[in-house]
């Protein structure tokens, strides 16, 4: 069975600086996608970003970032020149595949604190 | 802009009651999600649907049912609430199985006395 960890459940930044937030997953398959989710304290959660296993190139989006290592399993998020909008709880999710329709496998959460 | 709304932010149910927890999406969608989320487990499927009238268990069914007798609409249903079902309640939609961005609604705190 897929799984994720996401080892911290609490990280601090200082604004404008550069934080990363780990991921690991578990899995047999060779194809797969990754996500992270933002969910902002009483607010809606967001997608972040998604990688696709079978892409080599890490995926950016503006001051976000993956560090994606396939062989160990690793799925890092990197938030650069953080500000105070970034703090929140985030997720990190896998791409399960089922007879029905695919389903996220999602990790215990890491919350980001950003300090002023 | 997708919009996934769920009927209630909080709840407050007594022991044995039976609880319907409501989520309408906006935007056609075909796949439904309902999850739970608690401290240090993340989210967790309880049941998905990927038609209407259609749905599968998801990781943690135990105690619920769902209903979607609408596309748009999509109900969690505990028959009979129990505390163990204090959780937060989220709701999320994604277009079709091949789509994978889920979009979620803002979520009910529910709290069983």
């Known amino acids: 069975a897929q799984t994720v960890t996401q080892s911290q459940p609490e990280m601090s930044v200082q604004e404008a600086e550069t934080v990363t937030l780990s991921c690991t997953y578990d899995?047999?398959?060779?194809?797969?996608?990754l996500f992270w989710y933002k969910q902002p304290p009483s607010r809606q959660m967001i997608l972040v970003i998604r990688?696709?296993?079978?892409?080599?190139q890490n995926a950016t989006e503006n001051r976000f970032s993956v560090n994606f290592q396939k062989a160990a399993k690793s799925f890092s998020l990197k938030i650069s020149d953080s500000q105070l909008g970034d703090a929140a709880m985030y997720f990190c999710?896998?791409?399960?595949?089922?007879?029905?329709?695919?389903?996220?496998?999602f990790g215990a959460g890491t919350i980001l604190r950003v300090k002023s | 802009d997708v919009k996934v709304t769920q009927s209630s932010r909080y709840l407050v149910k007594r022991t044995g009651e039976k609880v319907f927890l409501e989520c309408v999406q906006d935007?056609?969608?075909?796949?439904m999600f309902w999850y739970r989320q608690d401290p240090g487990l993340g989210l967790r499927l309880i049941y998905f649907?990927?038609?209407?009238?259609?749905?599968e268990k998801g990781d943690i069914p135990e105690g619920y049912s769902v209903s979607r007798e609408k596309k748009e609409r999509f109900s969690l249903i505990l028959e009979s609430a129990s505390t163990n079902q204090t959780s937060m309640y989220l709701c999320?939609?994604?277009?079709?199985?091949?789509?994978?961005?889920?979009?979620f609604g803002p979520g009910t705190r529910l709290t069983v006395l």
């Open positions: 999320a939609s994604s277009l079709s199985q091949g789509y994978n961005e889920q979009f």
């Open positions: 899995t047999s398959e060779s194809d797969y996608y």
């Open positions: 990688q696709e296993a079978y892409k080599q």
């Open positions: 999710a896998y791409r399960r595949e089922g007879e029905y329709g695919n389903k996220l496998v």
């Open positions: 935007m056609d969608h075909e796949n």
């Open positions: 649907s990927y038609d209407v009238k259609m749905k």
